[in-house]
């Protein structure tokens, strides 16, 4: 049996050069860079973490402490990676650091006190560092346009792989329900925030065979100021949410198993969004998944959040364990990993 991991990490803030306060010469910033990967280094040695995720994590800080201060003459654009009513992503190219990043463009019409506040808001990203978080370069303002800037995820989205294959195999789900628990778990236990926004699109994954969590509710003035734009993701919003009343991680929890049951926004929206508050919650197929499997996406889509199983509960389920005994870490040489490696429309597993 695998040994368990627990790779979640205490927050660790590198700032770009030049942000530390007081610090201005090349020496101070050097100095103060050095700094921050002894640290980091520290916090890698104390976590159970694969070799693996530990060095690239280690190369993603010590790639970023170089990128200094954002601007938005130094990107140039590739090629974009996708839209919505939250705006555009674009793969660019950091020129002076030569960086491919992914550059998300938010388009609003706000007073400067309020995009300055969700520009600190966003600050808050530069703590997430985790193998199950998609990492952050930084954000900034510019012609009307907030700019998120975030590691590129070369293997697209969970949505894209929906929409190629007819059924993801229970195991490559496996895979996908332990990445976005830890990355939950991770938001919610070391900063205190829920995603808001668990859906496909929003779970990214690369060539390397990592899956990982974007888009999170880190700012909630942005959430705010884009509220009039969340129809189109309203689909995997939980019964209470949409309802308007009080809710919890517990509503992320149903926008993971939503999609798992192999239910998503197929028919007209504001149908759908009727059927998820006054219908049984939608169920998985007899015959065709394990019934630990089964079980697993009823507990997530119990339609009262009282009775809905939390983060913990869901890390302790029999599929979620099960699928721990057979997942293959990212950049494991092993056989078994290459035994159970699989390209699925670009989904490396």
């Not at 999609?259 to 939608?282: C, K, Q, R, T």
């Not at 199983?309 to 870490?329: G, P, Q």
Request: hydrophobic residues 35%.
């Amino acid at each position: 049996m695998a040994p368990k991991r627990k790779p979640m990490l205490e927050p660790i803030r590198i700032n770009p050069p030049g942000c530390e306060g007081g610090l201005s010469t090349s020496t101070n910033i050097t100095a103060a860079s050095e700094a921050n990967l002894e640290a980091l280094q520290k916090k890698l040695e104390e976590l159970d973490l694969d070799e693996q995720q530990k060095k690239r994590l280690e190369a993603f800080l010590t790639q970023k402490a170089k990128v200094g201060e954002l601007k938005d003459d130094d990107f140039q654009r590739i090629c974009e990676l996708g839209a919505g009513n939250g705006g555009v992503v674009n793969k660019v190219c950091h020129k002076p650091s030569g960086l491919v990043m992914a550059r998300k463009l938010i388009h609003l019409e706000i007073k400067p006190a309020i995009r300055n506040q969700i520009i600190r808001e966003l600050q808050l990203l530069h703590e997430c560092n985790s193998p199950y978080i998609v990492s952050f370069y930084g954000a900034f303002y510019s012609d009307g346009e907030i700019s998120i800037c975030m590691e590129h995820m070369d293997g697209g989205s969970l949505d894209q792989v929906l929409k190629e294959a007819r059924r993801i195999p229970e195991e490559v789900l496996g895979k996908v329900s332990i990445a976005v628990l830890r990355g939950l778990a991770y938001l919610r236990e070391k900063h205190q925030i829920m995603h808001r926004d668990v859906k496909p699109s929003n779970i990214l994954v690369n060539s390397r065979g990592e899956i990982k969590l974007c888009d999170f509710g880190v700012s909630g003035q942005l959430i705010d100021s884009m509220a009039n734009s969340f129809v189109g993701t309203r689909s995997y919003m939980s019964p209470e949410r949409l309802q308007g009343t009080h809710y919890s991680v517990q509503s992320d929890v149903w926008s993971m198993g939503l999609p798992a049951s192999g239910h998503g926004p197929a028919m007209a929206i504001f149908e759908l969004l009727d059927y998820i508050v006054n219908e049984p919650p939608p169920k998985l197929p007899h015959g065709v998944f394990t019934s630990d499997f089964q079980d697993f996406v009823t507990k997530c889509l119990m339609k009262n959040p009282a009775d809905r199983a939390d983060l913990k509960m869901l890390m302790n389920h029999t599929f979620i364990k099960r699928s721990e005994v057979t997942l293959s870490y990212p950049g494991s040489s092993s056989s078994r990993t290459k035994e159970r490696t699989s390209n699925l429309g670009g989904f490396i597993l």
